[in-house]
């Protein structure tokens, strides 16, 4: 299938030298981020490489056999794709739950998110107890309220984290009815929606905003890409039903109500439509994170000081083209009456000097991607790439496959890679078995815990995480303190470093004057739990 050996050192030598560059950094992991980038845009040269060198406009006509193959195919695209969107759900779920499990899942956001819907399912409806404000202060989420009855059958992170991975996966599903709406050649329309969903599962800043941990934002995609699919299709009460639902994920989804609306006007030439979205999208973005947040929060929001457009612009830059454009071969800025739609929510990032906005790890682009899908599905439409478009039509099976299998295998082997690196051990097991046997033994105690237990303790009796400040920790007769020192290997992050809270907590034992701590040993023996007296 390739017969020249030189392709192959166009995919090698990128990932080598990425690795390479990675380790010299400290970075110790099978498959860097950066490496993951630079592996992918080379992936994408080698893909035009091979279109270009190996298919041209007369193939169709001297290979039948393989046309009709790939035509059986293309009849079977939408089944192809609900294959897909099974497998990375399972193969995603199952990292989130190992990544739980080895305690190694950020209670930063996933375990804050799960504290408020517990709150809001047991009587206190929207608190957060970790910042101790109105949920909905931090950041205007009420879609959380959708779990609760989740939380009633039994309180546990893995809710939020398996819709989140729900939503990730249906998205290709979505893409593949907006492609059959939006092309005029049906049998074009299902190649292009089989590429765009398995570019779709080995896209970067997705899959890592989805195995980070949850996000309200990142169940946000399929109502995007739904809201596109019945703009383009004309079901106006459908569409305004699901943007008026976007807006309960997240403040920041107001921009998708701008970029809809830079749509509507300029490639859909429906003007009122157009201003009406731009003006009432723009009014809720103004108005939530001037009177609303701050209305439950009881004071300004904090988030408004990260405001930086001139800050960090070599991050900036390089966020914009490796993070964004590349991984999908610039197709997003091909026309430019679609690109304009994907500017209002990368410009938010951009306007910030919060770097961790910028690193393509975190949640932060999970409403950015699904506008870059839709922006490259218009161009393409739209006639842009002809070259490409016209090798895209007559493409057989053969080299469909051969320019696929490089985003399939590689999106494949990312989240099981990251599947082995978060395979519970022995100790992992026995801290989990312990705490079950603490849940059944002080069902109603108040127990005190450090953050990355907090998540993996799923009981209906109240639970606090002893938090940053250990001068500002308070307890009560008869509350108990749950430690595991045996997970101070785990990579700290940036708001908490196990190690150090583990000897802090020590420290606070010895200097605490007014509390006195009973150290109980048995049956636990990963676990060190405490009662005060």
């Not at 939408?78 to 990375?88: E, G, N, P, Q, R």
């Amino acid at each position: 299938m390739i017969k020249n050996s030189y392709a192959l050192l166009i995919v090698a030598i990128p990932i080598l030298t990425g690795y390479v560059i990675q380790v010299s950094r400290g970075r110790t992991s099978l498959l860097p981020i950066d490496a993951y980038l630079v592996f992918y845009a080379f992936s994408l040269v080698f893909a035009l490489f091979v279109l270009g060198q190996k298919v041209h406009l007369g193939s169709i006509n001297k290979n039948l056999h393989w046309n009709k193959q790939f035509d059986r195919v293309s009849d079977h695209a939408l089944k192809i794709i609900f294959l897909l969107s099974a497998v990375y759900f399972l193969l995603w779920t199952s990292v989130l739950w190992g990544k739980l499990h080895s305690f190694r899942l950020d209670f930063i956001d996933s375990g804050i998110y799960s504290d408020i819907v517990y709150n809001s399912a047991y009587g206190q409806l929207f608190y957060s107890s970790l910042y101790n404000i109105h949920g909905l202060g931090e950041h205007f989420s009420p879609v959380v309220l959708a779990f609760v009855p989740f939380y009633w059958i039994s309180p546990n992170v893995l809710w939020l984290l398996t819709a989140q991975v729900a939503a990730f996966a249906l998205c290709p599903v979505i893409l593949f009815f907006i492609c059959r709406e939006i092309f005029r050649n049906e049998s074009l329309s299902r190649k292009v929606a089989l590429g765009m969903a398995v570019l779709w599962f080995a896209f970067p800043t997705m899959l890592n905003a989805v195995q980070t941990g949850f996000h309200p934002s990142t169940l946000s995609p399929p109502f995007i890409l739904l809201g596109f699919y019945f703009l383009v299709a004309n079901r106006l009460r459908r569409f305004w039903a699901v943007m008026v639902l976007l807006l309960c994920f997240k403040e920041n989804l107001a921009l998708v109500w701008i970029s809809f609306g830079l749509y509507s006007f300029l490639v859909l030439k429906r003007k009122t439509l157009g201003t009406a979205l731009i003006l009432i999208g723009g009014f809720w973005g103004i108005a939530v994170v001037k009177w609303v947040i701050p209305f439950f929060r009881g004071e300004g929001w904090g988030h408004v000081g990260r405001i930086g457009p001139t800050d960090h612009i070599y991050y900036k830059l390089k966020y914009l083209f490796l993070y964004l454009f590349v991984p999908l071969g610039f197709l997003s800025l091909a026309n430019w009456q679609s690109s304009l739609m994907i500017w209002p929510p990368i410009l938010l990032n951009l306007a910030v000097k919060y770097t961790k906005q910028l690193h393509g790890v975190y949640h932060y682009d999970d409403i950015i991607v699904p506008v870059l899908f839709l922006a490259a599905i218009s161009a393409l439409a739209a006639g842009k790439y002809r070259p490409l478009m016209r090798k895209i039509k007559v493409m057989n099976a053969r080299y469909l496959m051969c320019w696929l299998l490089v985003p399939i295998g590689f999106s494949f082997f990312f989240p099981v890679e990251r599947l082995i690196q978060y395979c519970p051990s022995a100790t992992h097991r026995g801290i989990a078995e312990e705490l079950k046997q603490v849940k059944e033994r002080w069902p109603q105690k108040t127990i005190h815990v450090q953050h990355n237990l907090r998540m993996v303790l799923n009981r209906y009796g109240k639970t606090e995480s002893l938090g940053r400040d250990w001068r500002g920790w308070k307890f009560e007769p008869g509350d108990l303190i749950l430690l595991a020192p045996d997970l101070r290997e785990i990579k700290s992050n940036k708001y908490y470093n196990l190690k150090k809270e583990y000897t802090n907590i020590l420290k606070f034992f010895e200097d605490s004057s007014g509390n006195q701590f009973k150290r109980i040993n048995e049956p636990f023996h990963f676990l060190q739990v405490y009662e005060v007296l």
